[in-house]
């Protein structure tokens, strides 16, 4: 894993994805950026992330399939989960995800979550 | 001792404990009938008393005796007569001849000396069996128009008569022989004590035997009662079940009235729907409620003359009406009319007393049902509110991370001394005021459904702590206390929210040069919590309503002091979930103090995990 690695942001919502790459990419991190968990499970195959911020609830293949799919491809990958539900810790714990950033966040919240879960900005 | 003799005494016992039974009555009822029972078994009485105390005393010759104890065996069969008018009306001739002839035979028997020649007894002898099983007769019909227990002691009666009859006619036939057979002797001593017992189960039947007779009546009258439960209509039950006290006691009217809380009165449903209502108290239905016990009349105008000329229109003139009561919810009563006062009263109040407890069981079961059933809508509907509310802010909470962080990029670009950077502030400001609404509204839900609290062994102390580093604007001005570790079976991430609405408050309404103060400790096995300011103070007239949804101070200016009205609210739902309380002290201008109370729950937990 190098420093120039992105971090991988996964969610259906258009406005979203925009937002926090936006945020980050100011913020001097490098982003991807996926529709859904199959659009994220290509992506992390062809170039592996350092962090993944997983919304959960996504058409195709939703947060849950994401995760066990990278268990079976024996992928380690920090998963921080990014979800407006209430149940936010929960599914978090269920998929063994390192933290949650419960929506809605701001920019503090989002750039401290992502250093704080191991995204230091890169070059 | 003899058989005959034994069978003899104990008929004598049986006879004079009918004697003393129905003085008893005769003294409490005052009835038509307490008083012909009396009378009969009086007679009978005097007979037995006269016949062993002669014998006993020898005064055998005295000529009195002799004329007393004629004059009572020959009231016997008028008496009977009398009985049997009473149950069931005889025509007018039949109480004449009656009458005539005991008069007749009295007056022979007391002027002319005995013996007689045997036409002369014979003669007596078919004028006794005729008028014992006229009587017999007499019970036997009336038996065929009541029902239940009182049927069955009519036919007792009718049994005891026909078997005097018989017993008397067998005095007839001995007088054939010279020397009468033994057999003859024997067979009216069995008859004797058959009749009467025939007599003692018919006027004087174990409490048992009724019930027994009762019951039948009673469970085929409500074999319908679980399909009862199901009518919606508490009037249509109470029509059902006076139906059955129709049924199960042969009166002519019957009905129940149902206990109206909110008007004050019973409320009985007319044949045509309409409801007509009768105060506790009033008439015998409204007394019988009122007293809680059942009430019989056998002259309904004098005993509730406030209804007389109804009763004078309608010819009723007995009712017995019995409180419907569970428990001590009192449901109504049921009342039952009837153009002739009943044989057996006790009988009457017996099976309407019953009736009327069934009738209480199905009510109650109705009623029973009816609130289940709310229970199972009000917590359906709170379930729908409850989720509709959960995806209400889920749906809401997506856009507003959107709308959030634009507006917060936007502030930094344009820069917060243009005036564009300002409006794309004001955008952000009222974005996270709605962040917070949402997640307040989150918190209630989830609290007050009584979801997902997570108590563990928490230092209550660590806990303020890490509220205060949540908010580290705020947590500059508070000075927290707490030396000794408050260790109890806490929920951590809503106490941590508790901490941090009651210190945002403080800080909020405060001048920023007086610092808040935290104290936590321990006290008589409950951890303590305070939240004390130097602020504005709070108005005496918003103290009760502080804690309540959307109750926001009248000195709080919507334009300096930003809130939602929620914070304390829910600070009150998490102390109610941990078991505990919070209150307030606070006087405007110097300041406000909250206190937090919440059981340390498990003791012996928080020992272990002090250690």
Same mark, same amino acid.
């Given at each position: 894993?190098?420093?120039?690695?992105?971090?991988?942001?996964?969610?259906?919502?258009?406005?979203?994805?925009?937002? %926090?790459?936006?945020?980050?990419?100011?913020?001097?991190?490098? %982003?991807?950026?996926?529709?859904?968990?199959?659009?994220?499970?290509?992506?992390?195959?062809?170039?592996?992330?350092?962090? %993944?911020?997983?919304?959960?609830?996504?058409?195709?293949?939703?947060?849950?399939?994401?995760?066990?799919?990278?268990?079976?491809?024996?992928?380690?990958?920090?998963?921080?989960?990014?979800?407006?539900?209430?149940?936010?810790?929960?599914?978090?714990?269920?998929?063994?995800?390192?933290?949650?950033?419960?929506?809605?966040?701001?920019?503090?919240?989002?750039?401290?979550?992502?250093?704080?879960?191991?995204?230091?900005?890169?070059? | 001792m003899t058989a005959q003799d034994f069978l003899s005494a104990i008929s004598q016992l049986i006879y004079l404990a009918?004697?003393?039974?129905?003085?008893?009555?005769?003294?409490?009822?005052?009835?038509?009938?307490?008083?012909?029972?009396?009378?009969?078994?009086?007679?009978?009485?005097?007979?037995l008393l &006269?016949g062993d105390l002669t014998g006993l005393?020898?005064?055998?010759?005295?000529?009195?005796?002799?004329?007393?104890?004629?004059?009572?065996?020959?009231?016997?069969?008028?008496?009977?007569?009398?009985?049997?008018?009473?149950?069931?009306?005889?025509?007018?001739?039949?109480? =004449?001849?009656?009458?005539?002839?005991?008069?007749?035979?009295?007056?022979?028997?007391?002027?002319?000396?005995?013996?007689?020649?045997?036409?002369?007894?014979?003669?007596?002898?078919?004028?006794?069996?005729?008028?014992?099983?006229?009587?017999?007769?007499?019970?036997?019909?009336?038996?065929?128009?009541?029902?239940?227990? #009182?049927?069955?002691?009519?036919?007792?009666?009718?049994?005891?008569?026909?078997?005097?009859?018989?017993?008397?006619?067998?005095?007839?036939?001995?007088?054939?022989?010279?020397?009468?057979?033994e057999w003859i002797a024997l067979t009216s001593q069995v008859l004797s004590l058959?009749?009467v017992t025939?007599?003692?189960?018919?006027?004087?039947?174990?409490?048992? &035997?009724?019930?027994?007779?009762?019951?039948?009546?009673?469970?085929?009258?409500?074999? #319908?009662?679980?399909?009862?439960?199901?009518?919606?209509?508490?009037?249509?039950?109470?029509?059902?079940?006076?139906?059955?006290?129709?049924?199960?006691?042969?009166?002519?009217?019957?009905?129940?009235?149902?206990?109206?809380?909110?008007?004050?009165?019973?409320?009985?449903?007319?044949?045509?729907?309409?409801?007509?209502?009768?105060?506790?108290?009033?008439?015998?239905?409204?007394?019988?409620?009122?007293?809680?016990?059942?009430?019989?009349?056998?002259?309904?105008?004098?005993?509730?003359?406030?209804?007389?000329?109804?009763?004078?229109?309608?010819?009723?003139?007995?009712?017995?009406?019995?409180?419907?009561?569970?428990?001590?919810?009192? &449901?109504? =009563?049921?009342?039952?009319?009837?153009?002739?006062?009943?044989?057996?009263?006790?009988?009457?109040?017996?099976?309407?007393?019953?009736?009327?407890?069934?009738?209480?069981?199905?009510?109650?079961?109705?009623?029973?049902?009816?609130?289940?059933?709310?229970?199972?809508?009000?917590?359906?509907?709170?379930?729908?509110?409850?989720?509709?509310?959960?995806? =209400?802010?889920?749906?809401?909470?997506?856009?507003?991370?959107?709308?959030?962080?634009?507006?917060?990029?936007?502030?930094?670009?344009?820069?917060?001394?243009?005036?564009?950077?300002?409006?794309?502030?004001?955008?952000?400001?009222?974005?996270?005021?709605?962040?917070?609404?949402?997640?307040?509204?989150?918190?209630?839900?989830?609290?007050?459904?009584?979801?997902?609290?997570?108590?563990?062994?928490?230092?209550?102390?660590?806990?303020?702590?890490?509220?205060?580093?949540?908010?580290?604007?705020?947590?500059?001005?508070?000075?927290?206390?707490?030396?000794?570790? =408050?260790?109890?079976?806490?929920?951590?991430?809503?106490?941590?929210?508790?901490?941090?609405?009651?210190?945002?408050?403080?800080?909020?309404?405060?001048?920023? #040069?007086?610092?808040?103060?935290?104290?936590?400790?321990?006290?008589?096995?409950?951890?303590?919590?305070?939240?004390?300011?130097?602020?504005?103070?709070?108005?005496?007239?918003?103290?009760?309503?502080?804690?309540?949804?959307?109750?926001?101070?009248?000195?709080?200016?919507?334009?300096?002091?930003?809130?939602?009205?929620?914070?304390?609210?829910?600070?009150?739902?998490?102390?109610?979930?941990?078991?505990?309380?919070?209150?307030?002290?606070?006087?405007?201008?110097?300041?406000?103090?909250?206190?937090?109370?919440?059981?340390?729950?498990? #003791?012996?937990?928080?020992?272990?995990?002090?250690?």
């Amino acid at each position: 894993m190098t420093d120039d690695a992105p971090v991988l942001v996964v969610d259906d919502d258009a406005a979203i994805r925009d937002a %926090v790459r936006d945020v980050l990419e100011s913020e001097g991190i490098a %982003v991807e950026t996926a529709a859904d968990g199959a659009d994220a499970l290509e992506k992390v195959t062809r170039q592996r992330p350092r962090l %993944v911020l997983l919304d959960m609830r996504m058409p195709v293949l939703d947060g849950w399939a994401f995760a066990s799919a990278l268990r079976e491809r024996g992928v380690m990958l920090p998963v921080v989960v990014m979800t407006a539900a209430a149940d936010a810790t929960r599914w978090a714990e269920e998929i063994g995800a390192i933290g949650v950033v419960p929506k809605p966040f701001g920019v503090t919240e989002l750039v401290s979550a992502v250093r704080r879960f191991g995204a230091t900005p890169g070059a | 001792m003899t058989a005959q003799d034994f069978l003899s005494a104990i008929s004598q016992l049986i006879y004079l404990a009918l004697f003393v039974i129905s003085s008893v009555r005769l003294a409490r009822l005052h009835s038509l009938v307490a008083l012909d029972t009396f009378l009969f078994f009086g007679t009978i009485a005097i007979l037995l008393l &006269l016949g062993d105390l002669t014998g006993l005393l020898g005064f055998s010759d005295e000529p009195w005796v002799g004329v007393v104890s004629w004059i009572g065996l020959a009231a016997l069969p008028f008496l009977l007569l009398r009985l049997a008018h009473d149950f069931q009306p005889r025509p007018t001739w039949v109480m =004449v001849a009656g009458s005539a002839t005991f008069v007749v035979v009295a007056g022979l028997g007391a002027v002319v000396p005995q013996p007689w020649p045997n036409p002369v007894v014979l003669a007596l002898v078919v004028d006794f069996v005729a008028f014992g099983s006229y009587a017999s007769f007499a019970f036997l019909q009336a038996a065929g128009k009541t029902r239940a227990g #009182t049927q069955r002691r009519m036919q007792a009666v009718a049994l005891g008569s026909g078997l005097i009859a018989a017993i008397i006619a067998l005095a007839g036939v001995s007088l054939a022989f010279a020397e009468p057979p033994e057999w003859i002797a024997l067979t009216s001593q069995v008859l004797s004590l058959a009749a009467v017992t025939s007599y003692f189960v018919g006027f004087a039947p174990p409490p048992i &035997l009724q019930r027994g007779w009762q019951e039948p009546a009673i469970r085929s009258a409500l074999a #319908t009662a679980p399909e009862l439960v199901r009518l919606a209509d508490p009037h249509d039950i109470g029509a059902e079940i006076a139906a059955a006290a129709l049924e199960a006691t042969g009166a002519e009217g019957s009905a129940v009235g149902l206990w109206d809380e909110a008007a004050g009165v019973l409320q009985f449903r007319q044949p045509s729907g309409e409801l007509q209502s009768v105060a506790s108290g009033q008439a015998i239905s409204g007394r019988a409620f009122a007293l809680q016990r059942p009430i019989i009349t056998g002259r309904a105008e004098r005993d509730a003359p406030d209804r007389a000329d109804e009763y004078r229109r309608s010819g009723i003139r007995a009712i017995v009406s019995a409180p419907i009561t569970s428990g001590d919810r009192q &449901l109504g =009563v049921l009342t039952v009319y009837a153009l002739r006062p009943p044989v057996f009263s006790d009988d009457a109040v017996a099976v309407v007393r019953m009736l009327a407890e069934q009738a209480a069981l199905v009510l109650r079961s109705q009623e029973l049902l009816r609130e289940a059933a709310q229970v199972r809508t009000m917590a359906e509907m709170t379930r729908l509110k409850d989720d509709f509310l959960s995806v =209400v802010a889920h749906d809401v909470r997506t856009p507003l991370t959107t709308i959030l962080i634009n507006s917060e990029l936007l502030e930094n670009a344009l820069g917060r001394d243009e005036r564009n950077g300002q409006r794309a502030g004001a955008l952000r400001v009222e974005a996270e005021r709605l962040k917070a609404l949402v997640d307040n509204y989150l918190d209630i839900v989830s609290v007050e459904a009584g979801r997902e609290a997570r108590l563990e062994p928490v230092d209550l102390i660590q806990v303020a702590r890490e509220a205060l580093e949540g908010m580290p604007d705020q947590a500059s001005h508070v000075e927290l206390t707490g030396a000794q570790a =408050v260790i109890g079976m806490f929920d951590a991430a809503r106490l941590r929210q508790l901490v941090q609405n009651l210190v945002g408050n403080a800080v909020k309404y405060s001048d920023s #040069t007086d610092p808040v103060e935290l104290r936590i400790w321990q006290e008589d096995g409950q951890a303590q919590l305070t939240v004390r300011d130097h602020g504005i103070g709070i108005p005496d007239e918003d103290l009760p309503l502080l804690f309540e949804r959307f109750h926001r101070g009248s000195n709080t200016d919507d334009r300096r002091y930003r809130g939602l009205g929620l914070g304390l609210y829910i600070c009150r739902l998490v102390a109610e979930e941990h078991g505990g309380t919070i209150d307030v002290t606070s006087k405007v201008g110097e300041g406000t103090t909250f206190r937090v109370t919440l059981p340390l729950a498990s #003791t012996s937990l928080a020992e272990v995990a002090n250690d």
